[in-house]
């Protein structure tokens, strides 16, 4: 017991150390801000608009004119009142002089309501928080970049701070994004389309984060696709020289992917060359002559009938088993049951699945019967579970031999069960059947 | 007030609920409700976050663990379902917890100095090896397995033929989706139980539906 006792502690004591050591790396700081940052972009677009909505309750016009969140956010928090909007401060903030003379003017003879000093003063800290936001968002893009091409400069060379911490962030750490190979790189930021390719057969994505790359985005959207393939190499390059202490800057690559590019641009995208189809003459036909004294075209037979035992066969489910008393299409016939001849809905493997039940179904049966097993029962087989697969039975008679069918039988009256007075029907049944065979 | 039903040691139903006696009263680990019955108190457990949980709601009789007996636990995570076995397995006993994640360790160390017979192991399951001296002389009466990687079943073997005692027992939970995304769930649980078949004899194999998706719990014996 004791010796458990100074084990726990010890290990204890090394899983701490352990989880120390994993978060002292540089990269963690910079996957923590990247992931802040989407988070950021997002509330303050949020911020912003509701901003934009509560203050056009008094000033609708600058909506229009201020197209910039953060610009809108300061001219709410610095000036407020209408009566402030001056030419000369409003050009401060937007740096516009045509757009304040605008605000200005408008700003005179607004359509907005008036509103109490105590709500513009609610509106004005929204319009701080707002601005702040921004900011923030924009100090934190700087250490992002600073310290992305402090830890990974080939990389980030290549790939620009932003999209590089973001591939940086989903691989999870320095040494997987070295050991990642060019095609996943690739694909990062696109998991959810290129699982729906996996799973239903839709096409596949192309790009993930990369499409926000600035090579990548003014491509044609033809070589879109390429250019994302042969940056995505490089990257694979690039993270494994940072990781691999390798110094040699990654210009050489870079001038590469540029010359990529303008070849791509320059090759001309192939046409797809339309096959011309020749303009249909049709004669006019003459209807001068009546349809009965016209001549009739002959009749030619059509394809496949010629030989109507051969189509019967290439075209319907083979009908070995059919007996020749059965009529064909019959819904009772044992061929359309038999799960290896029907297609589609009643397949055989949803067949199969259907009579054992499911999963859910199979599932709980064995938590039910768990001794079933120990006693021998086989562990793979198709009826492990007990469920017999239900074999067919006629609706009445004997099918195979259909002569000792009641209704052949002497004395059989319809609908009374009995067989009824023909006199030798019954015996000569038989040789009926083999002679119409 | 009689006390609660024993469905199996250390595991108790209470108005439908499953629960265990609380080694350290007053203390919840994961949020769950406490329930006082005759100067006892139990923690409920919650089948919708405990696998183990979940197969023992499903119809699983026996967890063959009792007072004072070894167990080794892969996938660890934040200790939801160790806290439940370490109630049933008393200070006497011992608990190896696995997981490779730093992340959720860091609550599950908190979890192993407040109970006396947790023991932390950050490490890979999928290389038994590589905490072999810190298990070092303790051989396993059980073995569990909760870790959603695309080989769990060679990973269960691997701990087992290293850890596990001979006629120890075993419980396996298979996440289907993570070994593959196309095939259906019982074919792949089907592939999983024939790959444990050479070395362990499978008792049962329970469905864990409307608490888990797509997730089934082996339960099995070594040979």
Same mark, same amino acid.
Request: with cysteine; glycine share 8%.
């Given at each position: 017991?004791?010796?458990?006792?100074?084990?726990?502690?010890?290990?204890?004591?090394?899983?701490?150390?352990?989880?120390?050591?994993?978060?002292?790396?540089?990269?963690?700081?910079?996957?923590?801000?990247?992931?802040?940052?989407?988070?950021?972009?997002?509330?303050?677009?949020?911020?912003?608009?509701?901003?934009?909505?509560?203050?056009?309750?008094?000033?609708?016009?600058?909506?229009?004119?201020?197209?910039?969140?953060?610009?809108?956010?300061?001219?709410?928090?610095?000036?407020?009142?209408?009566?402030?909007?001056?030419?000369?401060?409003?050009?401060?903030?937007?740096?516009?002089?045509?757009?304040?003379?605008?605000?200005?003017?408008?700003?005179?003879?607004?359509?907005?309501?008036?509103?109490?000093?105590?709500?513009?003063?609610?509106?004005?800290?929204?319009?701080?928080?707002?601005?702040?936001?921004? !900011?923030?968002?924009?100090?934190?893009?700087?250490?992002?970049?600073?310290?992305?091409?402090?830890?990974?400069?080939?990389?980030?060379?290549?790939?620009?701070?932003?999209?590089?911490?973001?591939?940086?962030? !989903?691989?999870?750490?320095?040494?997987?994004?070295?050991?990642?190979?060019?095609?996943?790189? =690739?694909?990062?930021?696109?998991?959810?389309?290129?699982?729906?390719?996996?799973?239903?057969?839709?096409?596949?994505?192309?790009?993930?984060?990369?499409?926000?790359?600035?090579?990548? !985005?003014?491509?044609?959207?033809?070589?879109?696709?390429?250019?994302?393939?042969?940056?995505?190499?490089?990257?694979?390059?690039?993270?494994?020289?940072?990781?691999?202490?390798?110094?040699?800057?990654?210009?050489?690559?870079?001038?590469?992917?540029?010359?990529?590019?303008?070849?791509?641009?320059?090759?001309?995208?192939?046409?797809?060359?339309?096959?011309?189809?020749?303009?249909?003459?049709?004669?006019?036909?003459?209807?001068?002559?009546?349809?009965?004294?016209?001549?009739?075209? =002959?009749?030619?037979?059509?394809?496949?009938?010629?030989?109507?035992?051969?189509?019967?066969?290439?075209?319907?489910?083979?009908?070995?088993?059919?007996?020749?008393? =059965?009529?064909?299409?019959?819904?009772?016939?044992?061929?359309?049951?038999?799960?290896?001849?029907?297609?589609?809905?009643?397949?055989?493997?949803?067949?199969?699945?259907?009579?054992?039940?499911?999963?859910?179904?199979?599932?709980?049966?064995?938590?039910?019967?768990?001794?079933?097993?120990?006693?021998?029962?086989?562990?793979?087989?198709?009826?492990?579970?007990?469920?017999?697969?239900?074999?067919?039975?006629?609706?009445?008679?004997?099918?195979?031999?259909?002569?000792?069918?009641?209704?052949?039988?002497?004395?059989?009256?319809?609908?009374?069960?009995?067989?009824?007075?023909?006199?030798?029907?019954?015996?000569?049944?038989?040789?009926?059947?083999?002679?119409?065979? | 007030?009689?006390?609660?039903?024993?469905?199996?040691?250390?595991?108790?139903?209470?108005?439908?609920?499953?629960?265990?006696?609380?080694?350290?009263?007053?203390?919840?680990?994961?949020?769950?409700?406490?329930?006082?019955?005759?100067?006892?108190?139990?923690?409920?457990?919650?089948?919708?976050?405990?696998?183990?949980?979940?197969?023992?709601?499903?119809?699983?009789?026996?967890?063959?663990?009792?007072?004072?007996?070894?167990?080794?636990?892969?996938?660890?995570?934040?200790?939801?379902?160790?806290?439940?076995?370490?109630?049933?397995?008393?200070?006497?006993?011992?608990?190896?917890?696995?997981?490779?994640?730093?992340?959720?360790?860091?609550?599950?160390?908190?979890?192993?100095?407040?109970?006396?017979?947790?023991?932390?192991?950050?490490?890979?399951?999928?290389?038994?090896?590589?905490?072999?001296?810190?298990?070092?002389?303790?051989?396993?009466?059980?073995?569990?397995?909760?870790?959603?990687?695309?080989?769990?079943?060679?990973?269960?073997?691997?701990?087992?033929?290293?850890?596990?005692?001979?006629?120890?027992?075993?419980?396996?939970?298979?996440?289907?989706?993570?070994?593959?995304?196309?095939?259906?769930?019982?074919?792949?649980?089907?592939?999983?139980?024939?790959?444990?078949?050479?070395?362990?004899?499978?008792?049962?194999?329970?469905?864990?539906?409307?608490?888990?998706?797509?997730?089934?719990?082996?339960?099995?014996?070594?040979?």
């Amino acid at each position: 017991m004791n010796k458990i006792e100074e084990l726990r502690k010890k290990l204890i004591q090394s899983a701490k150390h352990k989880i120390q050591e994993k978060y002292e790396g540089k990269e963690t700081h910079i996957i923590k801000a990247v992931n802040l940052l989407e988070d950021l972009d997002m509330s303050s677009n949020l911020l912003a608009e509701q901003l934009r909505e509560w203050y056009s309750t008094y000033f609708p016009e600058l909506n229009e004119f201020v197209q910039d969140d953060s610009k809108y956010a300061e001219l709410v928090h610095t000036l407020g009142e209408r009566k402030s909007f001056h030419e000369k401060d409003v050009n401060k903030i937007i740096g516009d002089s045509d757009n304040a003379k605008n605000i200005s003017a408008k700003s005179r003879n607004s359509m907005g309501s008036n509103i109490a000093e105590e709500d513009l003063a609610e509106i004005k800290t929204l319009a701080l928080n707002c601005s702040n936001l921004k !900011k923030e968002r924009e100090y934190l893009a700087e250490y992002v970049e600073k310290n992305m091409s402090k830890e990974l400069p080939n990389f980030t060379e290549i790939a620009g701070p932003i999209i590089g911490a973001k591939i940086l962030a !989903k691989a999870g750490s320095k040494k997987r994004l070295a050991f990642m190979p060019a095609s996943t790189i =690739q694909l990062i930021g696109a998991e959810k389309a290129l699982f729906m390719h996996i799973k239903s057969g839709v096409k596949g994505p192309k790009y993930g984060y990369l499409f926000q790359h600035p090579l990548v !985005k003014t491509a044609s959207r033809d070589n879109k696709g390429k250019l994302a393939r042969s940056i995505a190499g490089k990257l694979a390059i690039a993270a494994k020289k940072d990781y691999f202490g390798n110094k040699t800057s990654a210009n050489e690559m870079k001038q590469e992917l540029k010359e990529r590019s303008e070849a791509l641009e320059k090759a001309k995208p192939k046409e797809k060359v339309r096959e011309q189809i020749p303009e249909q003459k049709f004669e006019r036909k003459n209807y001068e002559t009546p349809s009965w004294k016209r001549e009739r075209p =002959q009749r030619v037979e059509r394809r496949g009938f010629e030989n109507f035992s051969e189509r019967d066969t290439r075209s319907r489910p083979q009908m070995g088993e059919r007996k020749p008393w =059965q009529k064909f299409g019959d819904k009772k016939d044992d061929f359309r049951r038999d799960p290896d001849h029907s297609t589609g809905r009643n397949s055989g493997d949803r067949m199969a699945e259907r009579s054992s039940g499911g999963f859910r179904k199979r599932f709980d049966d064995r938590a039910d019967f768990p001794r079933k097993r120990d006693a021998g029962v086989s562990a793979y087989g198709a009826n492990k579970f007990g469920d017999k697969k239900k074999e067919f039975t006629p609706r009445s008679g004997n099918r195979d031999e259909p002569w000792k069918q009641n209704k052949f039988k002497p004395g059989y009256k319809p609908g009374s069960g009995k067989p009824h007075g023909k006199p030798g029907f019954g015996k000569f049944a038989k040789k009926k059947f083999d002679k119409k065979r | 007030m009689p006390d609660p039903k024993q469905i199996m040691e250390g595991v108790f139903e209470i108005n439908g609920h499953i629960a265990t006696q609380n080694l350290l009263p007053g203390k919840k680990v994961y949020g769950e409700d406490l329930v006082q019955l005759n100067g006892k108190e139990y923690r409920s457990w919650n089948p919708n976050r405990s696998k183990v949980g979940a197969a023992i709601k499903k119809g699983l009789k026996e967890l063959h663990i009792g007072k004072g007996s070894t167990l080794l636990y892969l996938g660890a995570a934040e200790g939801t379902t160790i806290s439940h076995l370490s109630d049933i397995v008393k200070e006497d006993g011992a608990i190896f917890g696995v997981d490779i994640s730093a992340r959720s360790m860091r609550k599950f160390v908190y979890l192993c100095e407040q109970r006396p017979n947790l023991i932390p192991i950050l490490g890979d399951a999928n290389q038994p090896m590589s905490y072999k001296e810190q298990i070092s002389g303790f051989h396993a009466d059980a073995l569990f397995q909760d870790v959603s990687q695309k080989n769990q079943a060679e990973i269960f073997l691997k701990n087992a033929r290293a850890y596990l005692k001979p006629q120890g027992y075993g419980f396996l939970s298979v996440k289907a989706r993570s070994i593959d995304s196309k095939e259906s769930a019982s074919k792949i649980v089907e592939t999983e139980e024939k790959k444990l078949l050479k070395e362990f004899e499978i008792l049962n194999v329970i469905n864990l539906e409307p608490f888990e998706k797509e997730h089934a719990m082996i339960y099995c014996r070594r040979k």
